[in-house]
Each structure stands twice: as structure tokens, then as C-alpha cells.
């Protein structure tokens, strides 16, 4: 035991007693007055993430502490303290109804960080303030991940790094020097960070008493029901759903891209819902998984979905195959637990209805109605139905009275009647958006006896690229129509006969057209040539906008969605086992970090003055010569130099006369304890040596 | 004089109190990040903690590489602070910010451009007479955003300091007895010329030399000679004076001050301790040999050969 404990003691023994912390000073003025600032900004910052009410407390408190500082006056009593750390708690909770959910953490946290620097007085206090900011900072991801964003958040650290710098050093430095002293370090960091971030090894885990996700939020997602009006109110939403990247050349065309998302097979009076899929679902769900294949279908791509709440995942139609979620007998990709953050997965899809679409399905649940035909509405089923050959041609005559009636299709459609908005719809306002007619369509196939279903998703989509990448937003929101016919789902989108140029050109041209009061009208055709030609001045606008694209997709491809995957894909590049992942991760992660520190270590440590540093000022002085052309051949010394470059500038003579002197004693002289500050002079000479006048 | 080079063998480092808060922060963001499954969370998480390695590379720079070297330090009386100067040189080309030079937990604040020095008078305060071994001296930074604490091995100086008793007027001097007779005594023995200031009426005790022979045939009076500061007054300064109440230290301090006053006088004074004593005289040289005696008395080498 005794030889044991040797080692220690020995260890601790050569640990010098640790000298006392330095006294603490007073924080300066000027410093408190910045990090006010940046508490300001991240109070207004704010009002765009949570609520109102704690904003404005945050920005009472932030007001106060500003003018404490202004006046110099003293921090308010504890009491007051107590009394509004309690008045905040109590305010989260009333908000938020508790804890939980990431906006009360970051009401909290901001209220925290107002409330700590209130109360601040000592040096340690502010150091608190600083960390605290960083971790709201950080927290401000969890709303938004985008390009601009984590610029903002790195201009805040480098911010906050550059506080720390002052208020950790007593003597007064300028602004400037801190502010680039700072963005150094910060810079020498992220390359450390980029490697600890690749390979630092992703784990899942969850850590209950952290505040958890929103179940109701900001998070965008597609309603599970779908009622009149309400889809077209999402036209404007220009949010981004997911991001896509087709594999290899094969790219369905616009028309082509219907990305399925939800079934819904339930009718409530001209509205729909999902059915939440049941245990045989699932089961079916496992047996279609085994045989499902990625490459079996025409169309191979990723897909890079947003942050959602959403429990079923959007796919190209018709799928083939699913690399994220249980694929149901509805062919809707389920999701039990819906992500926390952005995500992403594979998918495989084929142009047509493939035959392993054809399952039996259950006729009279798909038949279920809640809508009664009104007396008018009863004679036109009749007139469809009579004289039929099969299902397909009554589907094809309703399809061609949506054709030749005046429908309207409208991004702003009005209410309709309450007790039977379907006869109102087919008969007196005709005007609606792609629900109104997948709606109507759907009811009248099943009062037609033919089994049919809503389906919920997008359609089309911004292409960026040529096609190979595609941004799929909120305003691509879309619904349309199932009939099971033939022994198969077919397709039919009403719509697409209503309003072509919403499927052939999607959802931005039509925006375009509505905007400029050309929809619907007789130059609609004119308005989309013009806004389709290649040669127009919104080209290079577009040109500039997909390369801004393009830079989001890699953004969100290498970071905001590099899990635990893509580390693995990582890995596979660089020919690592896939066994032995964590293992690797670590060892790389370790030998690179370790590397680059012993670099940095190596690299920065304070060394005396090397008699070459005097030569790199000196070819940097030769150097502002070369613009008259005059250069120094190899022959000459520099004294000779300075002789001939004097009589073309003679004005410079004395400055030419005293750089070459100094430039001798510092290469060619004694070094001493003077030679590190003449050098710094010498620097200094050479840099505001300027040539100004042409000779 | 001695001198101290801080090499990587010499300096530690450890994260202080905030560094431990910053690393706590860092673990809270890790559980967001790793909770929410965030990678920009994990982003931001690497990039302070880099930004932490990265300081703490810059502290340990900011130390190494320093050079210390101690000078002589001037003696003080009792109770005002010693000062121990202490060069510290920065022989490379990097400028080095908020160092700390500390002796005996005071700090001293020290900022370099590159190639420059400071010279730093660590105070110490004094407590006893005597002595004054300087402190050994640390080197500690906080550089570049107090998240990492370096500091160096002690660099032990050795130079010291001489503290004299602290000078205290607690009895008044005694004008009459033995006193006087030595002064008498010791009257002639004097030696150098005085600065003549004017001319007085002789007063008893005046020394016969300074007497104005030709005004006396003139006016028939004794004039003796004025001279400056009544330099040509002397003192005997002795331990036998004092009342037998006073204890020791406050033997030495009041003898101190008599000799402080004396010396500011521009008196010539004696020092007459047990066993030992230092003949009349004035001057810098005199002055200090007598302060040293008293700052010593009973426990220094010095004083021990005259017990």
C-alpha cells in the first residue's frame, strides 16, 4: 500500500502550491456598456423566438441595469432581487404552463442572463453573464439552423470572446486590438472544432430533467385534417418542408413530383381526416419492409426534411421503397416518434403505380360518407353513372366535367354554405383551391360507389440545379385524389385540369401570376413565358439565388444534418471499417485534435528574434519597388540598392538611407535585448514605407 | 542578484473557478445537443470548446519564456513596506499581457511589449525588525479570458532587507544628568568645520573654541560663534538613559527616533548601547551603521557579537 501511494505523493509533491488569484478590479464602464449591448440585442432577439410578456420583463430589467450603469448608482437591494427572480419564475409558468418545452428554457435562460447581470457587481458575476450568453447563443439553434443564423451566432461569440478579453485583463487595451485579438483566437479555434465536430461520435441518448421538445410549436407541419380553406392559407408560407437530391440522371419532371405525405380516408362534411394506422398496419408495415428495395425504383433520392413535428414523411409517388419510418398499407410513411431536429433519409419511387400497390382494400370504409347529395347534385351523379362501361369511365367523365365547367381556381377562395358546402362548391361558387377539389372530387367517386381517398403532400417544388436538387416549402402544400380502379390506385388531380400551370410550373410561377393579377385571366400564357424566359433579367437573379440554394443544401447536408449516419458515410470515404466506428471516431478525433493543439502549441510559443525575420521585412520593402519596376538583381548589395533607388526617388532618400542601416544592424549585427523592440520599429518603418509619386 | 528563466519546466496550469463554470456550460449545451440530436448545438458546443484549448495555449504562452532578476532592496523602518525590485524581461518578440508578479499573496501587475522590460517593486509589508527575506515570487496569468490559471514554480530571491525599529517619541529626552556630562565630555573631539551662521551671547555650555575672541576686546562681551543647526550640539544617545520600565523593543524604537531627529538635526550623536557603542559623529554612513545596530540589537549575527 505504502509503495503504492509513493507515486502519488510524488505527483502531488511536484505540484507547486498554487499561488493566490489575482485581486479582482473593477469591470470598466466601457466594457459593461458592450456587454449591455449584446444583451440587448439578444433580448430584442427575442420577441421573434417566445413571448411577448417576457420580452418586454427581459427589456424592463435590461433598461434598469443600463441606466445603473450610466449613473454609477448601486445594484437594487436584495429584496427586489428575490422579488423579481420570483416574478419571472412565475411568469414562465403562467406562459408556458410549466417547465418543460425548449421555449420555456430559453425564456428562462433569458430572463436569467437579465436578471444575473442586473445584479452584477464583481468581476465573477460578469464572467458568469458572458458563459451564459454563449449558452443562449448556442440555444438559439434549436429554433434556427440556417446559413445566416450561425453567422449571427459567431459574430456573438467573437462578441462575447472579446468582453472576456476585457474584463480578464486589468490595464485598458483599444477596442480594435481586443476585437482582433479575439476574431484570432476564434479563428485558430474553428479548425479545432471542425475536427472535433466530424468525429466526435454521436450518441442518442436522452436526458430527461433538460427541457424537452415543444409538442405544439414553431415546428412547421402539414395538418392532419384538411378542411376547406385552410391549406390555402399556407400558400404564403414560404418556410422550407425538405430539400431533395436526386441520385444519378434520372429526374421526373415537374409535373411528376407529388410528394405523398398523408392519406386521409375519413369524411366529415366536406372535410377529411387521417386515420391513426392501427396494429395491423404496422404489421403489414414490417412485412413490406422486408421486401422493399432501394434500388428498385425509377427515381433514387435523399430527402433533407426541416425540423417537423410531423409524423408522416414525405415520398415521392409511387414509392418503392423507404430507408426512414414504417411504410402502411395506405402507402403514408409513419413515423412513431417524430424528430427533434432536421433529419434525413432515403427514398426510392416509381413513375407509374406499381403492381405491388395493389392491395385488397376494405370497399366500404373507403365508401363512408358524411355529405348527402343535394337534389341537383343527385341528378348529375345519375347522368355520370348511367350508361358506364366500368369505374374508369365514370372516373373519366367526372374528371372531364371539372374540365368544361368555369371552375376558378383561386388562392383566396370564399366560405362556403355551412349545412352543404359541397352543393354550394359544385353548383353555385365554383371557385377553391386544390382541397375544394380533391375534396369534391373524392366525395362524388364514393357517392359513385368508387373507393376513394384524399392524399395530403406537396407538388413540385423550387429546382435548383437543372432539376438535381429541389426545395420543397410550405407553399408547395397540395391534396388530391385516390380511386381505387382496375385492381389499382390511380392518381387523379383535379387541379391539374382547374389550374395547369400550378402543376406544369409550380407553385413560385403561380405565386408570380397571382401577385401580378394575371391568374385566370386570358395573358396568363403570355405572363408565364415571360417569367419562364431564360433570357430575362430574372435569370442571373435566379442564377445568384441557386447558388445561395445550393450553399444551404451542402450547409444542411454536412452539418445541420450530419448524424449518426452521415458520420458512418464519413467513415466509409475514408475507408474505416464500419465495425469499429466508435472506436475509430475517437482515435481520430483524439490524434487530430491532439495534433493540431501540438501545432498550435509549437506554432505560437514566444521566441526570441531570428535574423531572418529582418530579411522577410526586407524583401517586403524591395518589394514596393516592383510597381516602378525596379528590382534587386541577386549581384547587388543592398547598400548599393539603396544608392541606386535613392537617385530615382531622392525625396525618399533619407527614409531608403536609415530602412537599409537598420536592415544591416538587425541581420547583420550584435542581437540583443534592443534588437526585439528596434525590430518592432523596423517593422513598423518598412510597412508605412510608401512609394506615392510616379518618377 | 539573482535571475530566473520560466521554461515549460517551471509553469503549470490549471483551469480557475470560472474555467470550472465554463466547462459546466459546456456540459449543460452537450446535453441540449445531444437531447435535441442539434447538430448546430454540437457546432457551437466544438467551437468553445476549442475556443477553451486555443486560451489555454495563449496563457501558457503569455508566461514562458519570461526572465525575472532581483536587485538589492533599500532598508525601511518598521511598519512602512519593503520594496524587493524585480526586473522581469520579455527577450521575445511577442508582447505579453496582464502578468502577475505576486510575493507573499501581493500582487503586482506587469504588461510587456515584446522585447521590453518592467521594473516591479513587490511590496512586502514589515512586522519585526531585522531581515526581511524577500518572499519567494510567483508568475501567474489569466490571459487571454480567465479561463485558465498558469502559473510559474517560486523563484526564490536573494535579496533581503534590512527593517529597522520603528521610530517612537515615547519618553521625553532626558536634558540633564549623565547625559549632559558625556556630551561635555566628548565636546572636543569633534572634528571638521561647520557652516558659520551667526553670532550669538555666550551661553553656559558653549564651547570655548567658539568663542569670538575679538568682539569680546571690541565690546567687552562673550560672543561665541553661531554655527548652522547647531551642529556643533552633540547627543549622546544611550540605553542607559531610559527609564528602566520600558521594555526592550521600545528601548530600540525610541533611541531610533532620538537618532532620527538627531540625524535631521544635523546633530552629531552617539550611540551607546550595553557592550557597544558608536562614537560622535553625523552622516549617511554613521547613520545607518547606528540604525543597523538597533535593527539587529539581540537577535541578528551582527548583534550577537555585542550582547
Redesign the interface.
Known sequence: MIKLSNPLKQLLAKLPPMPSQPPAHDARRGTLLQLATLIGIAVLFHFSIANLLIALFALAIFALKTLIIFRKSSIPPRFIMMILTIASLGMVIYVYGGWNGQRAGISFLILLVALKFLESQTLRDYYIVCLLLYFLAASSFLFNSSIPNIIIVVAYTLATTSILFQISNPTKVPLKTTLSMSATMVAKALPLAIILFFFFPRIHADFGFLPSFDTSGNAASLSDSLVAGEMASSAFNNELAFRVAFKGSNIPNQSQLYWRAKTMPLERNFQWEVAEPTTRDFAVAADTKKTANLDSGEWRYDILHEKSTDKYLPYLDYISAASKGKTLPDYSVYLVRPEASAFSYEGSSSANSAASFAKPVDRDSLLQLQSKPNAKLQLLLEQWREGAENDAQIVQRVYHYFENTPFEYSLLPPALDEFDPLGDFMLNIRVGYCEHYASAFTIIMRMLGIPSRVVVGYQGGTQVNGGKFIEVRYSDAHAWSEVWVNGLWQRVDPTATISPERINFGMDALIELWDSGLLGSNNTGRALSNLLDPKGLSKVFRNLQDTWKNAGYQWNKWVVNYDFKAQRRLLEKLGVDQRNSVAALVTIMIVGAFTLLLFYFWRLIPRGLKRSDAQVQYLRFIKKFKRYRIEKTNSETPKEFATRVSSRFPEYANQIDSITQNYYALRYGNLNNESVAAFSSFKVQVRQFNLKRKP | MSNFTISRREL?I?P???GW??AL?LS??F??A??????????????????A???M??T??NV??LKMNSHPSKSVFLGTPASFPITL??????P???V?L?AG?F?Q?A?L?????QTIDLKLPTIQRGYLACEPV?L?S?????VF?C?T??FISTERCLVYPQPLDLVPFPENGSNQGKEQAQANVRLGAEDYAGMKNYQDGDRLRDIHWPSLAKTNKLVSIQYENHSNSAVNLSWFNLPSTLGVEDRLSQLCYWLVEAEKAGQRYQLEMPNHTIEFDRGMTHYHECLNVLALWGNGPEGATHD
Open positions: 503549470y490549471l480557475t473557478r470560472v463554470y465554463y456550460i449543460a449545451l446535453g441540449i445531444v437531447k435535441f440530436d442539434n447538430q448546430s448545438a454540437f457546432m457551437m458546443l466544438f467551437i468553445l470548446v476549442a475556443v484549448l486555443i486560451a495555449v495563449y501558457h504562452n514562458i519564456g524581461s520579455n527577450p521575445s518578440a511577442k505579453r499581457h496582464a502577475w505576486i499573496g500582487h501587475l504588461a511589449e515584446s522585447g521590453s522590460q510567483n501567474s489569466l490571459y487571454p479570458i480567465g490559471f502559473w514554480k517560486r
